[in-house]
């Protein structure tokens, strides 16, 4: 028997599932509070519980345990794993350091389909979704790590910018956003949360509809079609207009800021005029609108290069001018490839060439 993750279960689901058991219901809290205060590793640990329901949670529930494959730390502490999870396939982690706290950066697919031309991550096709559990098991192992490392730190804000589009998991990515802000767990606050989707317009508006305040990034990277669709597919999909009917909606349904990143890719998508273009796209909306503009991490197997320093604050100029909220991301870890994709890339390339080497001897 397949066994489900402990993890992908919302307080309410493990209630049910207790009560379904004949169990009482007052043991779904004391599970949670092993599981997310005491962050035990087994159910043998949980020693307020009878064995027999410990044998049933056994039977029925795993840990969604990650092996560690690789472990790389910036000098600026940010640090990049490399786990492989039960079905040898590999995902990616970023914990990262702020002045406001601790911030992990978690996968939601083995692979991506959008298809990104500037994109570590969809260099390798979207094999499969990754289930609540083992998405709010990178959030354990992390805070356990903390927990080692780090005694009373904390995780305190989650980026879903990991590998894949986190709204084509939608129901798995909910089920994971609701078990790390509950508040007998975790309590990690909705607004302490971060999930970007490349534009995935019917997704959005959904989203505007859950009645959480979980904060909405767009990954957007240009100022009109042709650009975007150069550089992303899904706006073949979901062209800009589409796209932004959908965050007018998500922002008169919610009154809630949205956040447009935005790559500056030399040549592609860096010219002022282009900042000019955003600028007047996002004027409807200011109040609401708030860029990131990102300086590009370069990925061996795409053609692109970063924008040049003075471009970058060239775009950063004119949008300031046209009173649109924006800043220049401080970089994290870019001595370790902590561009989303890159790590796995590295380690897969190595995996493929030691495989060659063993072929020809």
């Known amino acids: 028997m397949t066994q489900e993750s402990i993890y992908g279960l919302t307080r309410d689901n493990l209630t049910e599932w207790l009560l379904s058991v004949g169990e009482k219901r007052f043991r779904a809290d004391q599970i949670w509070k092993w599981l997310y205060d005491q962050r035990v590793d087994t159910f043998a640990e949980m020693n307020n519980l009878p064995q027999s329901l410990i044998d049933r949670l056994n039977e029925h529930f795993s840990f969604s345990p990650l092996e560690i494959k690789i472990v790389q730390k910036a000098e600026d502490k940010t640090t990049k794993f490399l786990f492989q999870l039960s079905d040898q396939t590999m995902i990616e982690t970023v914990l990262m350091y702020h002045s406001y706290g601790t911030s992990v950066c978690v996968t939601t697919q083995i692979g991506c389909n959008i298809g990104c031309k500037f994109c570590a991550s969809g260099l390798i096709p979207k094999q499969r979704d990754l289930s609540a559990g083992e998405i709010v098991a990178q959030i354990m192992f992390i805070q356990k790590y903390l927990d080692r490392e780090e005694p009373g730190t904390k995780v305190s804000h989650i980026v879903v910018m990991g590998i894949g589009e986190p709204f084509d998991n939608y129901d798995n990515v909910m089920t994971f956003l609701r078990v790390?802000?509950?508040?007998?767990?975790?309590?990690?606050?909705?607004?302490?949360?971060?999930?970007?989707?490349?534009?995935?317009?019917?997704?959005?508006?959904?989203?505007?509809?859950?009645?959480?305040?979980?904060?909405?990034?767009?990954?957007?990277?240009?100022?009109?079609?042709?650009?975007?669709?150069?550089?992303?597919?899904?706006?073949?999909?979901?062209?800009?207009?589409?796209?932004?009917?959908?965050?007018?909606?998500?922002?008169?349904?919610?009154?809630?800021?949205?956040?447009?990143?935005?790559?500056?890719?030399?040549?592609?998508?860096?010219?002022?005029?282009?900042?000019?273009?955003?600028?007047?796209?996002?004027?409807?909306?200011?109040?609401?609108?708030?860029?990131?503009?990102?300086?590009?991490?370069?990925?061996?197997?795409?053609?692109?290069?970063?924008?040049?320093?003075?471009?970058?604050?060239?775009?950063?100029?004119?949008?300031?001018?046209?009173?649109?909220?924006?800043?220049?991301?401080?970089?994290?870890?870019?001595?370790?490839?902590?561009?989303?994709?890159?790590?796995?890339?590295?380690?897969?390339?190595?995996?493929r060439r030691k495989r060659a080497e063993a072929s020809e001897k």
């Open 180 to 351: 790390v802000n509950d508040d007998k767990g975790l309590a990690i606050g909705a607004r302490h949360i971060t999930v970007s989707t490349s534009g995935l317009a019917p997704k959005i508006k959904e989203f505007a509809r859950e009645g959480i305040q979980v904060n909405l990034a767009v990954s957007l990277h240009a100022s009109n079609n042709e650009v975007r669709s150069s550089m992303m597919r899904i706006n073949n999909k979901y062209p800009m207009d589409e796209l932004f009917e959908a965050i007018y909606e998500y922002t008169s349904l919610t009154n809630r800021r949205v956040t447009f990143e935005h790559i500056l890719i030399d040549g592609v998508n860096d010219k002022p005029e282009h900042a000019q273009e955003l600028a007047d796209l996002l004027k409807p909306m200011r109040k609401l609108a708030y860029v990131n503009l990102i300086p590009y991490n370069p990925v061996v197997e795409n053609p692109y290069e970063r924008s040049k320093p003075e471009n970058i604050a060239k775009f950063f100029d004119i949008l300031m001018q046209n009173k649109i909220n924006c800043v220049v991301r401080k970089e994290h870890g870019t001595d370790i490839e902590a561009a989303c994709g890159q790590l796995r890339s590295q380690y897969l390339r190595k995996q």
